[in-house]
């Protein structure tokens, strides 16, 4: 129950688009866009911003398995491109690749300490 609760917005925002791309509902569109937008430039200021450094390493890891936020991004990305929503496809790739980097980055920085601990005891 706990995993479902973590991502429980991305499945809700997976429906909206599945929703948004297969009917005729133009706020709908508007709210994808306008969230795709947004997530984007969130995903970039968290990738290249030192300030938000503190934060990542704090939080603690999602228990929902790291294939399952992946094949979120896929779902979406691939109904995007299937209703020929471009734009809005390749910014969500964009979300997919700077969320990585971004886990890659703070996971890198939580086990650097340790490594230089292990190194100092190598050279004593």
């Known amino acids: 129950m706990k995993r479902i609760k973590e991502v429980m917005l991305d499945i809700a925002i997976t429906i909206l688009i599945i929703l948004a791309v297969t009917t005729d509902m133009p706020w709908l569109r508007m709210f994808i866009i306008a969230y795709t937008v947004i997530m984007v430039v969130l995903k970039i200021i968290a990738f290249f911003s030192s300030s938000f450094s503190p934060i990542l390493k704090g939080r603690q ?55 230089k601990k292990s190194q100092a005891a190598k050279n004593k």
């Open 61 to 115: 890891r999602p228990t929902a398995p790291v294939w399952f936020i992946h094949l979120l991004y896929a779902v979406n990305v691939a109904f995007l491109l299937v209703f020929k929503w471009w734009i809005v496809a390749g910014l969500w790739v964009l979300i997919w690749i700077f969320s990585w980097l971004t886990e890659r980055k703070t996971a890198s920085s939580k086990t650097r300490p340790g490594r």
